[in-house]
Nanobody, 132 residues
Framework: QVQLVESGGGLVQPGGSHRLSCVAS????????IGWIRQAPEKEREGVSC????????YYADSVKGRFTISRDNAKNTVYLQMNGLKPEDTAVYYC?????????????????????????WGQGTQVTVSS
């Protein structure tokens, strides 16, 4: 079992920056992918970004490419999501997710990827609100 705990949500002004953190604990050695999924009100869940545990490859949804950066600190078992140039449409609950079966590929964060590649483990979610 793996436990994921997110932190860092809050209210941010448009154009601002914010960083989310996710601490993984438990049997993390078998994980292949760690990433972030978000869900905005009345919208489907969307894959945001993921990082491959084996080689560190990262991928991003087109909607956040160039603005968000995912990174990891293996010593702390922590994954970060640095969000820059935030827009009101980035408002959502952000979930840290991880999986033992599916790798992190462009398809993981493409439209439909959340359903096609269901993640085994989810955090409780953290709210990010972008508003002036």
């Amino acid at each position: 079992q793996v436990q994921l705990v997110e932190s860092g949500g809050g209210l941010v002004q448009p154009g601002g920056s914010h960083r989310l953190s996710c601490v993984a604990s438990g049997t993390t050695v078998d994980l292949r992918t760690i990433g972030w999924i978000r869900q905005a009100p009345e919208k489907e869940r969307e894959g945001v970004s993921c990082v491959s545990v084996s080689d560190g490859s990262t991928y991003y949804a087109d909607s956040v490419k160039g603005r968000f950066t995912i990174s990891r600190d293996n010593a702390k078992n922590t994954v970060y999501l640095q969000m820059n140039g935030l827009k009101p449409e980035d408002t959502a609950v952000y979930y840290c997710v991880a999986d033992q079966l599916y790798g992190c590929t462009p398809r993981t964060v493409a439209p439909g990827g959340v359903l096609a590649y269901p993640m085994d483990y989810w955090g409780q979610g953290t709210q990010v609100t972008v508003s002036s």
